[in-house]
């Protein structure tokens, strides 16, 4: 069975660009959760989504988005790049909502200059 | 609210030696406990989970950790450290009932010494 792909691996942005990430879980897998990993801050929640629907947040502006799709990959949304958007974004898939058990993905390494 | 402290940002061992990585939790609930391992450009592997029964609990790679409810902790052991061992070590909580996003700790980057 496949694992959790995230297209693109890496992204060079500009400030004030904007930048969509994408995330295929694991087949059959229904919940996707997505994290900004950066060395200062170490793993934090941006947000779940299960059944196209967002479970649950993190404490991040409304700059970052996201959405689930009919066929459960996800794709998240950073407007209005800063700097300190600068982070590996990792995407887990989970067989259900609440099967705390996640899968991650290898992450997409987003640079803003 | 839940929180999770692991002591010591970075760990050096000696190849052969016990590697001791430590994680404490903070949970008003009976938890749900995770150990990850992060490699160079890679994501997270699960190592290991407790979710209820019994408190050791073994993991892949040799190795294990111990649900100690009394000291709120949940240590990563092994017997012998290998090269490969080599990586960043993500302990991480999240409650038993409901939905609840998983929180992580800081990290412990693990460095072996040949």
């Known amino acids: 069975k496949a694992g959790v792909t995230q297209t693109p691996r890496y992204l060079i942005k500009t400030r004030g660009q904007q930048v969509t990430l994408s995330c295929s879980p694991i087949s059959g897998h229904r919940s996707v959760s997505w994290y900004q990993q950066t060395p200062g801050q170490g793993l934090q929640f941006l947000f779940e989504y299960f059944s196209e629907t967002q479970r649950n947040k993190g404490n991040f502006p409304g700059r970052f988005s996201g959405r689930q799709f009919s066929n459960s990959r996800s794709e998240m949304n950073v407007s209005t790049l800063e700097l300190g958007d600068s982070a590996l974004y990792l995407c887990?898939?989970?067989?259900?909502?609440?099967?705390?058990?996640?899968?991650f993905g290898p992450g997409t390494r987003l640079t803003v200059l | 609210a839940q929180s999770v402290t692991q002591l010591g940002s970075h760990v050096s061992v000696s190849e052969g030696a016990l590697v001791l990585l430590r994680c404490n939790y903070s949970?008003?609930?009976?938890?749900?406990l995770f150990w990850y391992v992060q490699y160079p450009n890679q994501g997270l592997q699960l190592l290991l989970k407790y979710t209820t029964g019994a408190t050791l609990v073994k993991g892949i790679n040799g190795f294990e950790a111990e649900f100690k409810k009394s000291e709120t902790s949940f240590h990563l052991t092994k017997p012998s450290a290998h090269m490969s061992d080599a990586a960043e070590y993500f302990c991480a909580v999240s409650y038993t009932s409901g939905n609840t996003p998983l929180v992580f700790g800081k990290g412990t980057r693990l460095s072996v010494i040949a």
């Open positions: 887990a898939s989970s067989y259900n909502l609440g099967n705390n058990e996640q899968f």
């Open positions: 949970s008003s609930v009976p938890p749900y």
